[in-house]
Nanobody
Framework: QVQLVESGGGLVQPGGSLRLSCAAS?????????MNWYRQAPGKERELVAS????????YYPSSVKGRFTISRDNRNNAVSLQMNSLKPEDTAVYYC?????????WGQGTQVTVPS
């Protein structure tokens, strides 16, 4: 049974940092999957904020977070992380770990990140 479990969310002041972690289990070959972090704020659509290829060589960030967020993965331990620096109030959202892309059914339960204005 595939499972993704996020951790590391919380309340942080503007300009601060947080590191989100995602522990994956149940994958027969974790490194085959691109891993993604999405977020969804109240009243807004879900947004992709970071993606990393299966072997970790390629990453993608939208302009809204580029230069502030860094995604990494550890295929030996079936884990993915998202380092978030220089956080802004507009980064407030529930952050979700995903395997394979939004068309795949592999999602974590989400972790709340709050940056007060």
């Amino acid at each position: 049974q595939v499972q993704l479990v996020e951790s590391g969310g919380g309340l942080v002041q503007p300009g601060g940092s947080l590191r989100l972690s995602c522990a994956a289990s149940g994958f027969t070959s974790f490194s085959r999957y691109a891993m993604n972090w999405y977020r969804q704020a109240p009243g807004k659509e879900r947004e992709l904020v970071a993606s990393i290829s299966g072997n970790g060589d390629t990453t993608y960030y939208p302009s809204s977070v580029k230069g502030r967020f860094t995604i990494s993965r550890d295929n030996r331990n079936n884990a993915v992380s998202l380092q978030m620096n220089s956080l802004k109030p507009e980064d407030t959202a529930v952050y979700y770990c995903n395997a394979g892309g939004q068309d795949y059914p592999y999602w974590g339960q989400g972790t709340q990140v709050t940056v007060p204005s």
